[in-house]
């Protein structure tokens, strides 16, 4: 079973400045890679899948990396709008089975 | 457009059982396969299982096998979601996904709304 750590738990930053998140796979995964985002009281919402591209509306400013067991979520300059919850998330062979990380809060500073 | 929408609220006691729909809307059911995924207050997202829409087989995760059941009504575009011998650390909101739709330029993912099952005695 694929376990995904998240780090850091919460990362505090201010609008404007750029945000790394990371995730890290207990073993080599697939390219299949995806990123969510969460809003309180809202379901999450898909950022990135395959390791690298951006789902659909979703702003440029979001972007994918990695491989093997570390992947990295980058938002290049932070809107007010993303201050949020992060999930990573991993799909494993057919039938599709699904892990998810335990997620990064990221808080105005 | 797409849509699921989920059922509403449930409080239930230990032990009991719980069944939430999930109906869909603005796209070929059988299409695309449902997950359902789950959220502890205060906590991140628990995948709980899949059923394929088409044929109606599952893949459920081992905890929860023996207790949960996923089903599908084609042909009323609902899927459904049974959790049995419920206990208090089932407490969480519920929510059903669909398989990305991959058919565009970029991918997109479809979420119900939520269904907060509450289990207190």
């Known amino acids: 079973e694929i376990v995904l750590t998240q780090s850091p738990a919460t990362l505090y930053l201010s609008p404007g400045e750029r945000a790394t998140l990371s995730c890290r796979a207990s073993?080599?995964?697939?390219?299949?890679l995806a990123w969510y985002q969460q809003k309180a009281g809202q379901a999450p919402r898909l950022l990135i899948y395959?390791?690298?591209y951006r789902a659909n509306g979703i702003p440029a400013r979001f972007s994918g990396s990695g491989s093997g067991t570390d992947f990295t979520l980058t938002i290049s300059s932070l809107e007010p709008e993303d201050f949020a919850v992060y999930f990573c998330?991993?799909?494993?062979?057919?039938?599709?089975?699904?892990?998810f990380g335990q997620g990064t809060k990221l808080e105005i500073k | 457009q797409v849509q699921l929408v989920q059922s509403g609220p449930e409080m239930k006691r230990p032990g009991a059982s719980v069944k939430v729909s999930c109906k869909a809307s603005g796209y070929i059911f059988t299409s695309y396969g449902i997950s359902w995924v789950r959220q502890a207050p205060g906590q991140g997202l628990e995948w709980m299982g899949w059923i394929s829409t088409y044929s109606g087989n599952t893949n459920y995760v081992q905890r929860f096998q023996g207790r949960i059941t996923m089903t599908t009504d084609t042909s009323a575009n609902t899927a459904y979601m049974e959790l049995r011998r419920l206990r208090s650390d089932d407490t969480a909101v519920y929510y059903c996904?669909?398989?990305?739709?991959?058919?565009?330029?970029?991918?997109?993912?479809?979420w119900g709304q939520g269904t907060l099952v509450t289990v207190s005695s």
């Open positions: 073993q080599s995964v697939t390219s299949y």
């Open positions: 996904a669909r398989d990305l739709d991959c058919s565009t330029p970029r991918c997109s993912d479809t």
């Open positions: 998330q991993h799909r494993g062979n057919w039938p599709p089975t699904y892990t």
């Open positions: 395959d390791t690298l």
